[in-house]
């Protein structure tokens, strides 16, 4: 499996992006998936997550609620992450990951799978 992550870019606070993550070599539907993102001399954090392991369901740091969505489309094999009103905290690589388990852990990098190589977003005030 390899994860393919793209839409980063350099944007002004308050602006959008849309972040896309890639699947391939199995079905996006056979996982949970999840964003983070590493800000410059800080740990990898959780962002959001979408899992469907017995259900539909979607998380989101208390720092990204209500400005942030995930969502996917299995048929393309491709998770979405839908930035809005950026703010320069949110300065950081962005990962894309894949849970092939229950996804009770969502926010836990460690009971992720695969990683994709990351997208910078920057953030200029």
């Known amino acids: 499996v390899q994860l393919q992550a793209s839409g980063g870019g350099s944007v002004q606070a308050g602006d959008s992006l849309r972040l896309s993550c890639v699947l391939s070599?199995?079905?996006?539907?056979?996982?949970?998936m999840g964003w983070f993102r590493q800000a410059p001399g800080k740990e990898r954090a959780f962002v959001a997550a979408?899992?469907?392991?017995?259900?539909?369901?979607?998380h989101f740091a208390d720092s990204v609620k209500g400005r942030f969505a995930i969502s996917r489309d299995d048929a393309k094999n491709t998770v979405y992450l839908q930035m809005n009103s950026l703010k320069p905290e949110d300065t950081a690589v962005y990962y894309c990951?894949?849970?092939?388990?229950?996804?009770?852990?969502?926010?836990?990098?460690?009971?992720?799978?695969?990683w994709g190589q990351g997208t910078q977003v920057t953030v200029s005030s």
């Open positions: 070599g199995n079905t996006l539907s056979n996982y949970n």
């Open positions: 990951a894949a849970d092939a388990g229950t996804g009770s852990y969502y926010d836990n990098q460690k009971f992720y799978d695969y």
């Open positions: 979408h899992v469907t392991y017995s259900g539909d369901s979607t």
